[in-house]
Nanobody
Framework: QVQLVESGGGLVQAGGSLRLSCAASGRRFRDYAMGWFRQAPGQEREFVATISWGGTTTYYADSVKGRFTISRDNAKNTVYLQMVGLKPEDTAVYYC??????????????????WGQGTQVTVSS
């Protein structure tokens, strides 16, 4: 059974930084792309970033490009999201997700079959 556990959220001032972590278990981590998504109050969950199974390919939403960096450590079964230059509009619950299919990478919610419980990120102005 796949388990994804996020950590690292919190309250930060605009311009600040946070690093989110997501520890995975249950499947061979190094075979699956990992993604970060977020959901703000009253809005739909949206794609933030994704990284391929080997870590060589990454994709970002335009709204976070240049400010957020996704990375992974396959030895630790962990994926990270480093966020700098945070803005109030980045406030959301951030979810870690694992691709349903091995050796595939996507940017849409329905390609990810496994989700964490989410971690709150709040950016004050």
């Amino acid at each position: 059974q796949v388990q994804l556990v996020e950590s690292g959220g919190g309250l930060v001032q605009a311009g600040g930084s946070l690093r989110l972590s997501c520890a995975a278990s249950g499947r061979r981590f190094r075979d699956y792309a990992m993604g970060w998504f977020r959901q703000a109050p009253g809005q739909e969950r949206e794609f933030v970033a994704t990284i391929s199974w080997g870590g060589t390919t990454t994709y970002y939403a335009d709204s976070v490009k240049g400010r957020f960096t996704i990375s992974r450590d396959n030895a630790k079964n962990t994926v990270y999201l480093q966020m700098v230059g945070l803005k109030p509009e980045d406030t959301a619950v951030y979810y870690c997700a694992q691709e349903t299919a091995a050796w595939a990478i996507g940017k849409t919610l329905n390609e990810y079959g496994y989700w964490g419980q989410g971690t709150q990120v709040t950016v004050s102005s």
